[in-house]
């Protein structure tokens, strides 16, 4: 049988909120849900970078490997990732307060545990709980966005939420810097426990559960399997390929696996009576560009920061907080332009916003391309403003697009697709990027070593020396004389910047294929269905 869900205007009894008492004082009342909400959010936006500062310590401390500590974000990622869109769907059967408060209590207890914990093996496992539950409650409190807050003022809303989620991603190295130099790297963790409190208190207390009254009552096993496998392939295969090769066999048995799975799942969707994403979304056409925006925004985005932050602390010396500072125009931009983007996009609908967003990405990309290894703060704060005035249109318009865009029963869901986009965007364009750079670092460091005058270096040496400079890292053995020293220094940090602008501009690309996919969106058709329980 086929699903019959469609992606109409709601009516009567059609997306309509059941099961809401109404708004009684600051109980349920829109403004303060999205404080109560942000709260929660916030914290797992900060573990996303914040934790990167603390590794180096954690591989001291309880004496892990490389490849140890590269699991304590790859195992928080496959699980985010892998787990969203079944969360997403766990709220719309439960109700997103619920799943919410489950959420935050649970990422709380787990990133206690890390604090506690004396070895490298649970610090792993626990960052898997930490990733399973933050994928409970961002989706969840997306969904209590929407249930809350009528058409009019959902973007404004979303705008203060994507504000949240870019200054604590942005402000987690500064963050975390100073707890790691300050306290101890379980001051990382710890500080989540009272923030997670804090959140679980004010949800008991503030917010209202939604459920539409046509809200899904049954469970699509074999659908949550296929699409979790083919998420996992898909992750997997993206986090290992710098390693593995892009040509090697294993990377695209992988990928093959993922691209089979997803085929299994949509034929399988078709088939089942209450599906876990009803393919009827994607007749969408504002939806699915939605979607694919949030994509592209995140290879741009992503994949060309992760080489910033390498760029400002080995090219330019910084140390992990003054990288952070030097940050500060992009996450301040988007802390001010969110909610004017809300605003605008309210008025003038979401395309001209999102287009103009994404051609200061595209701008933003060429002008970090231009960077040289002497470059100073100045010119490095108008690209990195640039960017994060060019991002905040995006992460509110294309957000109301997939969420505004769904039946009200599967706010759920959207709320998944739309953070499983981001990541699988970040991850695709952090592999991609890193391919671009350590190919053109390969193919130009042995001519500029040679230009240099530097002695030949054996196979396993220009190995080593490329793996080094592909993150900036100049490869200067102990004990080099200062004046060979510096020519390696110019070397590295010349080849760095080559890749670097390589990479860059095919972010811009990027960027510009998504100007173009901008214009297929427009204002959600659903929006409306979770018009308005609270006061405004």
Not at 227 to 252: C, D, N, R, Y
Request: a negative charge; proline letters at 5%.
């Amino acid at each position: 049988m086929t699903s019959q869900t469609t992606i109409n205007k709601p009516g009567p009894g059609d997306g309509s909120p059941a099961g809401s008492a109404p708004a009684k004082g600051w109980r349920g009342h829109p403004w303060v849900t999205l404080v109560t909400v942000a709260v929660g959010v916030m914290m797992v936006a900060l573990d996303g970078t914040i934790v990167a500062i603390a590794n180096p310590a954690i591989q001291d401390d309880l004496d892990a490997s490389l490849a140890d500590v590269q699991w304590i974000t790859n195992a928080y990622f496959l699980a985010l990732a892998v787990a969203l869109i079944t969360a997403g769907k766990l709220g719309d059967r439960f109700g997103h307060r619920q799943t919410f408060l489950i959420g935050v209590a649970g990422f709380a207890a787990s990133s206690g545990a890390i604090g506690l914990s004396g070895s490298i093996a649970a610090v792993i496992v626990f960052r898997v709980f930490q990733g399973l539950f933050g994928a409970l409650l961002m989706p969840a409190a997306l969904g209590l966005l929407r249930a809350t807050f009528p058409a009019e003022k959902l973007n404004m809303a979303i705008g203060i939420w994507g504000m949240v989620i870019g200054a604590s991603t942005a402000g987690g190295p500064i963050l975390g810097g100073v707890l790691v130099e300050h306290v101890n790297w379980q001051s990382v963790f710890f500080i989540n426990v009272p923030v997670g409190i804090v959140a679980v208190v004010l949800g008991v207390m503030i917010l209202l559960d939604h459920r539409a009254a046509n809200a899904p009552r049954s469970f699509d096993v074999v659908g949550i399997v296929l699409l979790s496998a083919s998420m996992f392939a898909l992750v997997w295969a993206l986090i290992k390929a710098p390693e593995w090769g892009w040509g090697s066999g294993q990377t695209w048995v992988y990928i093959g696996g993922s691209v089979v799975g997803f085929v299994l799942f949509s034929v399988w969707e078709t088939k089942v009576k209450e599906p876990l994403i009803p393919l009827a979304m994607f007749r969408s056409v504002p939806l699915s560009a939605g979607v694919v925006l949030m994509v592209l925004m995140a290879i741009a985005f992503m994949g060309g920061l992760f080489f910033v932050t390498f760029y400002l602390q080995n090219v330019h010396g910084m140390s992990p907080v003054d990288a952070g500072l030097h940050l500060l125009p992009l996450t301040g931009m988007m802390i001010v332009a969110s909610p004017l983007a809300g605003a605008m996009i309210t008025k003038v609908g979401p395309r001209i916003p999102l287009a103009g967003g994404m051609v200061c990405t595209a701008v933003a990309m060429f002008g970090i391309s231009t960077l040289e290894t002497d470059a100073g703060s100045g010119l490095m704060s108008i690209w990195f403003g640039l960017l994060g005035l060019g991002l905040a249109p995006v992460m509110v318009g294309a957000t109301e697009v997939i969420v505004g865009n769904a039946p009200m029963e599967l706010s759920g869901v959207a709320g998944g697709l739309q953070q499983a986009a981001m990541q699988i965007g970040g991850s695709l364009g952090t592999a991609v990027l890193g391919a671009v750079m350590a190919s053109k670092v390969d193919s130009d460091l042995a001519g500029n070593w040679k230009d240099a005058g530097l002695p030949e270096l054996t196979p396993q040496q220009a190995d080593q020396a490329s793996e080094a400079v592909r993150v900036g890292v100049p490869p200067v053995a102990p004990g080099t004389p200062a004046e060979v020293a510096g020519k390696i220094t110019d070397v590295a940090h010349d080849t760095f910047i080559s890749g670097m602008s390589l990479a860059s501009l095919v972010a811009a690309g990027v960027a510009v294929v998504a100007v173009f996919v901008a214009f297929l969106t427009k204002r959600g058709e659903n929006a409306e269905a979770g018009a308005g329980v609270g006061h405004i």
